[in-house]
Nanobody, 123 residues
Framework: VQLQASGGGLVQAGDSLRLSCAAS????????MGWFRQAPGEERTFVAS????????TYADSVNSRFTISRDRLKNILYLQMNTLKPEDTAVYYC?????????????????WGRGTQVTVSS
């Protein structure tokens, strides 16, 4: 099972990016999905989560109203639209699949993790 995040890059403060996470070898259409991030020297932290059918989403306070998580269940792809980026958003972003269908902020609830994608926001 593989999750691969993509779409990261170097942008300026105020810019937007859209991250994608594609799953291979199995479908996660019945799983909650999430995004986490890890800045240098810091622990991995929760960013956003979405339920299996997309009807529920949860965000970290630091990204609420700027980031939007979504999914295409048919294509088995997870997205994170990031607007009004700030230097403090700089981190490696990881996508993950939860062991159940609803949203969750807890990293321990996620069974599958993808390789991250670097997002760097300059001031």
């Amino acid at each position: 099972v593989q999750l691969q995040a993509s779409g990261g890059g170097l942008v300026q403060a105020g810019d937007s990016l859209r991250l994608s996470c594609a799953a291979s070898r199995r479908t996660f259409s019945n799983n909650g999905m999430g995004w986490f991030r890890q800045a240098p020297g810091e622990e991995r932290t929760f960013v956003a989560s979405i339920s299996w059918n997309g009807d529920r989403t949860t965000y970290a306070d630091s990204v609420n109203s700027r980031f939007t998580i979504s999914r295409d269940r048919l294509k088995n792809i997870l997205y994170l639209q990031m607007n009004t980026l700030k230097p403090e958003d700089t981190a490696v972003y990881y996508c993950a699949a939860a062991r159940f269908a609803t949203t969750t902020r807890e990293a321990a609830d996620y069974t599958y993790w993808g390789r991250g994608t670097q997002v760097t926001v300059s001031s």
